[in-house]
């Protein structure tokens, strides 16, 4: 009897420490340990994983996930899903360099390049809010076509010959001897910090959670849902074409072949760092913390030598835990 009482006095416990932390802060929690017991693992194997050029090197990689990340947080905060940015990422990073390779002035032509992922983003609402269709199919679509549209227009080869001004946005930077710091870089955290305040503390931001954790009391209430969700989709395609800038920039050419798997990458980012794809939660913080444990994962794998084949099954594999446990936490708190 006594260790009975003993037990449930534990349980009790366990179940007041989760009533104590929110969802989300036991979520983004965990994602940090692991991201330090992780670093700390491969550092241990692979002295230069922690070292700055290395870090540079993954910087690099992930920084138009990283942008692209902060769209899909709000997306999914609404209950959506936007696939599209795979396409409208190199779709941006070609129409700038066709733009520039015209004689465009390089801020007409981010830009022109910029509204035009703000107007994809809006096809994306426009098809789901008209036709009931749901963001994951009509994203899908858009998505095939832009992948078609990409190679019609580039004709399968690069584009490529850009003004070397245009290398500033993504190449130049502030130079620590062996770690440059890109503009790009600042571009993005500037990006972060604006929507992860204006998430917490802007009434029409957090909107988005509302709208997602129930859309209908949200209807009830007033809120021109279809609406906001144009501005959802168009925030995210822009973000896209951001990314594409920059990579354009970075490389200083644009092909088709940019973007495989990467809305893929961006989704899992976001959901291992605490959103919900049923909508109504998720945070700038824990999707940045995403990007930054898969853009580890990534470049662990490089280091080590194991088949890149590898990559996408630990990335599944964690984004299948992390929903898991998410249900596993909300449950728990519910009991």
Same mark, same amino acid.
């Given at each position: 009897?006594?260790?009975?009482?003993?037990?449930?006095?534990?349980q009790s416990d366990g179940a007041g420490l989760l009533q104590r932390f929110s969802l989300e802060t036991l979520q983004i929690?965990?994602?940090?340990?692991?991201?330090?017991?992780?670093?700390?693992?491969?550092?241990?194997?692979?002295?230069?994983? @922690?070292?700055?050029?290395?870090?540079?090197?993954?910087?690099?990689?992930?920084?138009?996930?990283?942008?692209?990340?902060?769209?899909?947080?709000?997306?999914?905060?609404?209950?959506?899903?936007?696939?599209?940015?795979?396409?409208?990422?190199?779709?941006?990073?070609?129409?700038?360099?066709?733009?520039? @390779?015209?004689?465009?002035?390089?801020?007409?032509?981010?830009? /022109?390049?910029?509204?035009?992922?703000?107007? /994809?983003?809006?096809?994306?609402?426009?098809?789901?809010?008209?036709?009931?269709?749901?963001?994951? /199919?009509?994203? @899908? !679509?858009?998505?095939?076509?832009?992948?078609?549209?990409?190679?019609?227009?580039?004709?399968?080869?690069?584009?490529?010959?850009?003004?070397?001004?245009?290398?500033?946005?993504?190449?130049?930077?502030?130079?620590?001897?062996?770690? @440059?710091?890109?503009?790009?870089?600042?571009?993005?955290?500037?990006?972060?910090?604006?929507?992860?305040?204006?998430?917490?503390?802007?009434?029409?931001?957090?909107?988005?959670?509302? /709208?997602?954790?129930?859309?209908?009391?949200?209807?009830m209430s007033g809120v021109n849902v279809e609406r906001y969700l144009y501005f959802v989709y168009m925030l995210s395609g822009?973000?896209?074409?951001?990314?594409?800038?920059?990579? !354009?920039?970075?490389?200083?050419?644009?092909?088709?072949?940019?973007?495989?798997?990467?809305?893929?990458?961006?989704i899992t980012a976001v959901v291992i760092g605490g959103a919900d794809l049923n909508g109504g939660a998720g945070s700038v913080?824990?999707?940045?913390?995403?990007?930054?444990?898969?853009?580890?994962?990534?470049?662990?794998?490089?280091?080590?030598?194991?088949?890149?084949?590898?990559?996408?099954?630990?990335?599944?594999?964690?984004?299948?835990?992390?929903?898991?446990?998410?249900?596993?936490?909300?449950?728990?708190?519910?009991?």
């Amino acid at each position: 009897m006594h260790d009975m009482q003993i037990l449930k006095s534990k349980q009790s416990d366990g179940a007041g420490l989760l009533q104590r932390f929110s969802l989300e802060t036991l979520q983004i929690g965990g994602l940090a340990l692991a991201i330090v017991v992780f670093a700390i693992i491969v550092q241990m194997n692979f002295p230069v994983f @922690l070292s700055l050029p290395n870090i540079n090197v993954m910087i690099v990689n992930f920084l138009p996930e990283a942008i692209i990340a902060l769209g899909m947080t709000i997306v999914i905060i609404t209950a959506g899903i936007d696939l599209s940015v795979a396409g409208i990422y190199p779709f941006s990073a070609i129409i700038v360099g066709l733009l520039l @390779l015209a004689g465009a002035p390089i801020p007409l032509a981010i830009i /022109i390049t910029l509204a035009a992922g703000a107007f /994809i983003g809006a096809i994306n609402a426009f098809i789901s809010n008209t036709f009931r269709v749901h963001p994951f /199919i009509a994203t @899908l !679509a858009i998505l095939l076509i832009l992948r078609g549209v990409n190679i019609i227009i580039t004709g399968g080869s690069p584009v490529s010959g850009f003004p070397e001004t245009f290398a500033i946005v993504g190449q130049r930077g502030i130079d620590f001897g062996t770690f @440059l710091l890109r503009y790009s870089v600042f571009i993005w955290l500037a990006l972060a910090l604006l929507i992860g305040y204006l998430l917490r503390n802007h009434r029409f931001w957090r909107l988005s959670y509302f /709208i997602g954790g129930n859309r209908r009391s949200a209807r009830m209430s007033g809120v021109n849902v279809e609406r906001y969700l144009y501005f959802v989709y168009m925030l995210s395609g822009a973000l896209a074409a951001v990314a594409g800038v920059i990579v !354009a920039s970075q490389f200083n050419a644009a092909s088709n072949s940019y973007g495989q798997n990467l809305e893929l990458r961006v989704i899992t980012a976001v959901v291992i760092g605490g959103a919900d794809l049923n909508g109504g939660a998720g945070s700038v913080l824990g999707s940045m913390l995403g990007v930054l444990f898969i853009a580890m994962i990534y470049n662990a794998f490089a280091m080590s030598g194991i088949s890149t084949y590898w990559q996408d099954v630990v990335v599944g594999a964690m984004l299948l835990a992390s929903i898991l446990m998410g249900e596993v936490l909300k449950r728990r708190r519910a009991n």
